[in-house]
T-cell receptor, first 110, second 115 residues
């Protein structure tokens, strides 16, 4: 079963714009991770934020975590056509394995 | 670090046939995971190994599925008597840690089509 739900399911923006996608989850977590998947390929880890952290940055990525609302957001700034992919949040909590959401399909138009 | 390798990349089979997939994790990674992903969905956990021991199996893993990791190196996932509902991408991932919730390194997956 999916622990997280990403919102929106699909997002289309112009190159250079910022892209924001959200993740909500149901149970308490130890950390939350974001992964990227290009079509037909495996997932690539982007960033991990622990439950005691509120914000984290990595290059053009900014992740926030609000444990009181059980939600996280991923912001990609100055998007590029190469950012076109599906983005998944994954949570680690009482279950020992990572549990993934259903993903946001991001399309960046040149 | 050569990455997680999965073979084959694509497999087309007829209903009722058996199929076997192989995963070679990053060397010295203790943990190895199998996930299944259907179109438009996120990966769903199937099973994981700590070295050669299979420590957890999802309810998704029916008795037609079996996984092994002999000697704690590569792993195989076998599906017997395949059904059309088995059509999916099968992803393998590995992790170097013995802790929980750390990042996973994924292979490119095996896309299974059951006709």
């Amino acid at each position: 079963s999916q622990q997280g739900e990403e919102d929106p399911q699909a997002l289309s923006i112009q190159e250079g714009e910022n892209a924001t996608m959200n993740c909500s989850y149901k149970t308490s977590i130890n950390n939350l991770q974001w992964y990227r998947q290009n079509s037909g390929r495996g997932l690539v880890h982007l960033i991990l934020i622990r439950s005691n952290e509120r914000e984290k940055h990595s290059g053009r990525l900014r992740v926030t975590l609000d444990t009181s609302k059980k939600s996280s957001s991923l912001l990609i700034t100055a998007s590029r056509a190469a950012d076109t992919a599906s983005y998944f949040c994954a949570t680690s909590g009482s279950a020992r394995q990572l549990t993934f959401g259903s993903g946001t399909q991001l399309t960046v138009l040149p | 670090d050569t990455g997680v390798s999965q073979d084959p990349r694509h497999k087309i089979t007829k209903r009722g046939q058996n199929v076997t997939f192989r995963c070679d994790p990053i060397s010295e990674h203790n943990r190895l995971y199998w996930y299944r992903q259907t179109l438009g969905q996120g990966p769903e956990f199937l099973t994981y190994f700590q070295n050669e021991a299979q420590l957890e199996k999802s309810r998704l893993l029916s008795d037609r599925f079996s996984a092994e990791r002999p000697k704690g190196s590569f792993s195989t996932l076998e599906i017997q008597r395949t059904e059309q509902g088995d059509s999916a991408m099968y992803l393998c991932a590995s992790s170097p840690t013995t802790g929980w919730g750390e990042k996973l390194f994924f292979g490119s997956g095996t896309q299974l089509s059951v006709l």
